[in-house]
T-cell receptor
Framework: EAGVAQSPRYKIIEKRQSVAFWCNPI?????LYWYQQILGQGPKLLIQ????????DSQLPKDRFSAERLKGVDSTLKIQPAKLEDSAVYLC??????????????FGPGTRLTVL | QQQVKQSPQSLIVQKGGISIINCAYE??????FPWYQQFPGKGPALLIA?????SEKKEGRFTISFNKSAKQFSLHIMDSQPGDSATYFC????????????????FGKGTKLSVIP
Protein backbone atom coordinates (compact mmCIF):
# COMPACT_ATOMS: atom_id res chain seq x y z
CA GLU A 1 0.00 0.00 0.00
CA ALA A 2 1.44 3.38 -1.00
CA GLY A 3 1.99 5.84 1.83
CA VAL A 4 1.35 9.56 2.06
CA ALA A 5 3.28 11.39 -0.64
CA GLN A 6 4.63 14.90 -0.26
CA SER A 7 6.56 17.22 -2.51
CA PRO A 8 8.92 18.88 -2.65
CA ARG A 9 11.08 17.25 0.01
CA TYR A 10 13.19 20.37 0.51
CA LYS A 11 12.65 24.04 -0.23
CA ILE A 12 14.81 27.09 0.42
CA ILE A 13 13.32 30.54 -0.06
CA GLU A 14 13.99 34.11 0.99
CA LYS A 15 11.72 35.83 3.48
CA ARG A 16 8.67 37.51 1.97
CA GLN A 17 8.60 34.99 -0.88
CA SER A 18 5.75 32.55 -1.32
CA VAL A 19 5.91 28.76 -1.27
CA ALA A 20 3.50 25.86 -1.77
CA PHE A 21 3.57 22.27 -0.59
CA TRP A 22 1.65 19.36 -2.06
CA CYS A 23 0.26 16.25 -0.38
CA ASN A 24 -1.36 13.11 -1.76
CA PRO A 25 -2.95 11.05 1.02
CA ILE A 26 -3.38 7.29 1.19
CA UNK A 27 -6.14 6.19 -1.15
CA UNK A 28 -9.51 6.09 0.57
CA UNK A 29 -8.48 8.25 3.52
CA UNK A 30 -11.14 10.90 4.06
CA UNK A 31 -9.28 12.95 6.63
CA LEU A 32 -6.15 14.94 5.86
CA TYR A 33 -3.97 16.91 8.27
CA TRP A 34 -1.17 19.45 7.88
CA TYR A 35 1.32 19.77 10.75
CA GLN A 36 4.23 22.13 11.36
CA GLN A 37 7.26 20.60 13.10
CA ILE A 38 9.83 23.13 14.25
CA LEU A 39 13.29 21.73 14.98
CA GLY A 40 13.37 20.15 18.44
CA GLN A 41 9.61 20.17 18.90
CA GLY A 42 6.68 17.88 18.28
CA PRO A 43 4.36 18.36 15.32
CA LYS A 44 1.70 21.03 15.74
CA LEU A 45 -1.60 20.74 13.87
CA LEU A 46 -2.22 23.55 11.40
CA ILE A 47 -5.37 22.40 9.64
CA GLN A 48 -7.57 19.32 9.34
CA UNK A 49 -9.81 18.44 6.40
CA UNK A 50 -12.68 15.97 6.30
CA UNK A 51 -13.07 15.18 2.59
CA UNK A 52 -12.85 18.70 1.10
CA UNK A 53 -14.24 20.57 4.11
CA UNK A 54 -12.22 22.21 6.89
CA UNK A 55 -12.78 20.64 10.32
CA UNK A 56 -10.21 22.56 12.37
CA ASP A 57 -8.00 25.48 11.33
CA SER A 58 -7.79 27.18 14.71
CA GLN A 59 -3.95 27.12 14.75
CA LEU A 60 -3.42 28.16 11.14
CA PRO A 61 -1.93 31.69 10.83
CA LYS A 62 -4.53 32.77 8.34
CA ASP A 63 -2.86 36.07 7.49
CA ARG A 64 -0.12 34.18 5.67
CA PHE A 65 -1.05 30.50 5.49
CA SER A 66 -3.77 28.96 3.34
CA ALA A 67 -4.69 25.42 2.45
CA GLU A 68 -7.13 23.72 0.16
CA ARG A 69 -8.21 20.20 -0.64
CA LEU A 70 -9.95 20.14 -3.95
CA LYS A 71 -12.08 17.10 -4.80
CA GLY A 72 -11.37 15.66 -1.36
CA VAL A 73 -8.07 14.03 -2.35
CA ASP A 74 -4.84 16.02 -2.86
CA SER A 75 -4.10 19.08 -0.79
CA THR A 76 -1.84 22.11 -1.04
CA LEU A 77 -0.53 24.30 1.77
CA LYS A 78 0.68 27.78 0.86
CA ILE A 79 2.66 30.39 2.76
CA GLN A 80 2.61 33.95 1.47
CA PRO A 81 4.69 35.85 2.47
CA ALA A 82 7.11 33.62 4.36
CA LYS A 83 8.83 34.71 7.56
CA LEU A 84 12.05 33.42 9.12
CA GLU A 85 10.04 31.67 11.86
CA ASP A 86 8.25 29.56 9.25
CA SER A 87 11.40 27.47 8.85
CA ALA A 88 10.22 23.97 9.80
CA VAL A 89 9.22 20.58 8.45
CA TYR A 90 5.68 20.54 7.13
CA LEU A 91 4.09 17.15 7.58
CA CYS A 92 0.98 15.84 5.91
CA UNK A 93 -0.98 12.98 7.44
CA UNK A 94 -4.14 11.12 6.54
CA UNK A 95 -6.55 8.74 8.24
CA UNK A 96 -9.67 6.75 7.62
CA UNK A 97 -12.75 8.31 9.08
CA UNK A 98 -15.41 5.85 10.03
CA UNK A 99 -17.04 7.82 12.85
CA UNK A 100 -15.76 5.42 15.47
CA UNK A 101 -12.90 5.80 17.91
CA UNK A 102 -9.51 7.17 16.91
CA UNK A 103 -8.19 6.10 13.53
CA UNK A 104 -4.42 6.02 13.15
CA UNK A 105 -2.87 8.96 11.34
CA UNK A 106 -0.29 8.00 8.73
CA PHE A 107 2.38 10.63 8.13
CA GLY A 108 4.26 11.52 4.98
CA PRO A 109 8.03 12.20 4.97
CA GLY A 110 7.51 15.96 5.19
CA THR A 111 8.82 19.01 3.37
CA ARG A 112 11.74 20.77 5.02
CA LEU A 113 11.38 24.54 4.51
CA THR A 114 14.26 26.92 5.14
CA VAL A 115 13.50 30.65 5.04
CA LEU A 116 16.58 32.87 4.67
CA GLN B 1 0.71 26.38 26.68
CA GLN B 2 2.34 22.96 26.57
CA GLN B 3 -0.39 20.41 27.17
CA VAL B 4 1.85 17.33 27.10
CA LYS B 5 5.20 17.53 28.88
CA GLN B 6 7.85 15.00 27.89
CA SER B 7 11.20 14.12 29.46
CA PRO B 8 14.07 13.64 29.05
CA GLN B 9 14.92 15.67 25.96
CA SER B 10 17.66 13.20 25.06
CA LEU B 11 18.65 9.75 26.27
CA ILE B 12 21.69 7.56 25.74
CA VAL B 13 21.35 3.87 26.55
CA GLN B 14 23.68 0.93 26.16
CA LYS B 15 22.60 -1.90 23.87
CA GLY B 16 20.50 -4.35 25.88
CA GLY B 17 19.51 -1.74 28.44
CA ILE B 18 16.10 -0.30 29.28
CA SER B 19 15.04 3.06 27.81
CA ILE B 20 12.43 5.00 29.79
CA ILE B 21 10.63 8.11 28.54
CA ASN B 22 8.11 9.95 30.67
CA CYS B 23 5.15 12.16 29.85
CA ALA B 24 2.63 14.14 31.87
CA TYR B 25 -0.58 15.90 30.93
CA GLU B 26 -3.08 18.27 32.50
CA UNK B 27 -6.14 18.11 30.29
CA UNK B 28 -8.50 15.45 31.66
CA UNK B 29 -10.41 15.51 28.37
CA UNK B 30 -7.60 13.53 26.74
CA UNK B 31 -8.86 10.01 26.17
CA UNK B 32 -6.21 8.18 24.16
CA PHE B 33 -2.42 8.22 24.45
CA PRO B 34 -0.27 7.09 21.49
CA TRP B 35 3.50 7.02 21.16
CA TYR B 36 5.17 7.84 17.85
CA GLN B 37 8.63 6.94 16.59
CA GLN B 38 10.38 9.21 14.09
CA PHE B 39 13.56 8.44 12.18
CA PRO B 40 15.56 11.27 10.52
CA GLY B 41 13.98 12.36 7.26
CA LYS B 42 10.79 10.41 7.93
CA GLY B 43 7.40 11.27 9.31
CA PRO B 44 6.30 9.98 12.74
CA ALA B 45 4.90 6.45 12.82
CA LEU B 46 2.56 5.03 15.45
CA LEU B 47 4.42 2.70 17.79
CA ILE B 48 1.97 1.78 20.54
CA ALA B 49 -1.06 3.38 22.21
CA UNK B 50 -3.12 3.05 25.38
CA UNK B 51 -6.54 4.01 26.67
CA UNK B 52 -6.79 5.61 30.14
CA UNK B 53 -8.79 2.71 31.59
CA UNK B 54 -5.77 0.42 31.16
CA SER B 55 -2.69 0.65 33.42
CA GLU B 56 -0.24 -1.14 31.14
CA LYS B 57 0.06 -2.28 27.55
CA LYS B 58 2.87 -4.37 26.13
CA GLU B 59 3.79 -5.01 22.50
CA GLY B 60 7.01 -6.91 22.05
CA ARG B 61 9.83 -4.94 23.66
CA PHE B 62 7.68 -1.82 24.06
CA THR B 63 5.51 -1.21 27.14
CA ILE B 64 3.34 1.76 28.10
CA SER B 65 2.64 2.31 31.78
CA PHE B 66 -0.27 4.62 32.56
CA ASN B 67 -1.13 6.32 35.87
CA LYS B 68 -4.48 8.06 35.48
CA SER B 69 -4.57 9.60 38.97
CA ALA B 70 -1.13 11.16 38.49
CA LYS B 71 -1.87 12.05 34.85
CA GLN B 72 1.40 10.47 33.82
CA PHE B 73 2.42 7.79 31.35
CA SER B 74 5.71 6.35 30.23
CA LEU B 75 7.28 4.26 27.49
CA HIS B 76 9.70 1.49 28.38
CA ILE B 77 11.86 -0.08 25.69
CA MET B 78 13.33 -3.36 26.92
CA ASP B 79 16.54 -4.81 25.49
CA SER B 80 17.19 -1.57 23.58
CA GLN B 81 18.87 -2.00 20.19
CA PRO B 82 20.84 0.41 17.98
CA GLY B 83 17.94 0.22 15.50
CA ASP B 84 15.72 1.80 18.17
CA SER B 85 17.75 5.02 17.88
CA ALA B 86 15.15 7.60 16.88
CA THR B 87 13.07 10.43 18.30
CA TYR B 88 10.08 9.34 20.34
CA PHE B 89 7.00 11.48 20.85
CA CYS B 90 4.26 10.91 23.36
CA UNK B 91 0.91 12.31 22.36
CA UNK B 92 -2.59 12.72 23.66
CA UNK B 93 -5.87 12.78 21.83
CA UNK B 94 -8.93 14.80 22.72
CA UNK B 95 -11.88 13.92 20.65
CA UNK B 96 -13.38 16.84 18.78
CA UNK B 97 -16.91 16.10 17.70
CA UNK B 98 -17.68 17.15 14.18
CA UNK B 99 -20.45 14.75 13.33
CA UNK B 100 -18.21 12.43 11.37
CA UNK B 101 -15.60 12.00 14.10
CA UNK B 102 -12.38 13.97 14.27
CA UNK B 103 -9.50 13.92 16.73
CA UNK B 104 -7.15 16.58 18.07
CA UNK B 105 -3.67 15.08 18.45
CA UNK B 106 -1.30 16.95 20.78
CA PHE B 107 2.39 15.95 20.78
CA GLY B 108 5.09 16.27 23.41
CA LYS B 109 8.40 17.86 22.43
CA GLY B 110 10.12 14.54 21.80
CA THR B 111 13.00 12.50 23.20
CA LYS B 112 16.02 11.71 21.07
CA LEU B 113 17.13 8.18 21.95
CA SER B 114 20.61 6.94 21.07
CA VAL B 115 21.38 3.28 21.71
CA ILE B 116 25.12 2.66 21.67
CA PRO B 117 26.62 -0.78 20.92
Amino acid sequence: EAGVAQSPRYKIIEKRQSVAFWCNPISGHATLYWYQQILGQGPKLLIQFQNNGVVDDSQLPKDRFSAERLKGVDSTLKIQPAKLEDSAVYLCASSLETGGFYNEQFFGPGTRLTVL
Amino acid sequence: QQQVKQSPQSLIVQKGGISIINCAYENTAFDYFPWYQQFPGKGPALLIAIRPDVSEKKEGRFTISFNKSAKQFSLHIMDSQPGDSATYFCAAIQRAYSGAGSYQLTFGKGTKLSVIP
